[in-house]
């Protein structure tokens, strides 16, 4: 089966602290990973994608295939990065469609 | 001008009557999708369509139909709706491949009382 675990709910750190989103998934072929980030009261917006390798925001976020994971970090948190994060799954079966993980609020405080 | 727009914003209406929740993108993408969000639950994918002649159900799509009116219109209907409809709805499009993302519309709030 298809499917995105984030298994944290809440992640709570204090400005200027490391940060690190999990995210696991599950899925037979070769997938295509997202994160997408959600600030209070806006839409979802994609931030960034395994595919192309980049940082965004200070994000990087790295493909680990033998531990199927596409954990999001940042070694410095800032006030703003406290928003709403979903890591999401594409593949070839899925045929574009994204499969979503549960979310986990990050709440970085002053 | 927002490139997927949702209306309405907010929404509360009665348990059985029917309401539709519309989305319009001027992305020219051909693929659009409805999802859900519930907490703790993340965004579940509600119908999706690939092009006006390409409706597909996703893993929710119980209690709920959808039209492709054009590329650029997909609506979603409650035939008769239920309290525990009440949850965040947003529409996406993306292009063929998906690899870019998905554009999200900023959301239908609804509220079955």
């Known amino acids: 089966a298809q499917r995105v675990t984030q298994p944290e709910k809440l992640l709570s750190v204090f400005k200027g602290a490391p940060v690190e989103l999990k995210c696991n998934y599950s899925?037979?072929?070769?997938?295509?990973l997202f994160w997408y980030v959600q600030y209070s009261r806006q839409r979802l917006q994609l931030l960034l994608r395994?595919?192309s390798r980049e940082s965004i925001k200070g994000f990087t976020a790295d493909l680990n295939k033998g531990e199927t994971s596409f954990h999001l970090k940042k070694p410095f948190a800032q006030e703003e990065d406290s928003a709403m994060y979903y890591c999401a799954l594409s593949g070839s079966s899925n045929t574009g469609k994204l499969i979503f993980g549960q979310g986990t609020t990050l709440q970085v405080k002053p | 001008d927002a490139d997927v727009t949702q209306t309405p914003r907010n929404r509360i209406t009665k348990t059985g009557k029917r309401i539709m929740l519309e989305c319009s993108q001027t992305?020219?993408?051909?693929?659009m999708y409805w999802y859900r969000q519930d907490p703790g639950l993340g965004l579940r994918l509600i119908y999706y369509?690939?092009?006006?002649?390409?409706?597909n159900k996703g893993e929710i799509s119980d209690g709920y139909s959808v039209s492709r009116q054009a590329q650029a219109k997909f609506s979603l209907s409650l035939e008769s709706a239920i309290p525990n409809q009440t949850a965040l709805y947003f529409c996406?499009?993306?292009?063929?491949?998906?690899?870019?993302?998905?554009?999200f519309g900023s959301g239908t709030r609804l509220t079955v009382v």
């Open positions: 899925y037979s072929g070769s997938p295509e």
């Open positions: 992305k020219g993408h051909d693929r």
């Open positions: 395994h595919i």
């Open positions: 996406a499009t993306s292009d063929w491949t998906g690899g870019d993302g998905y554009t």
């Open positions: 369509s690939f092009d006006v002649k390409d409706i």
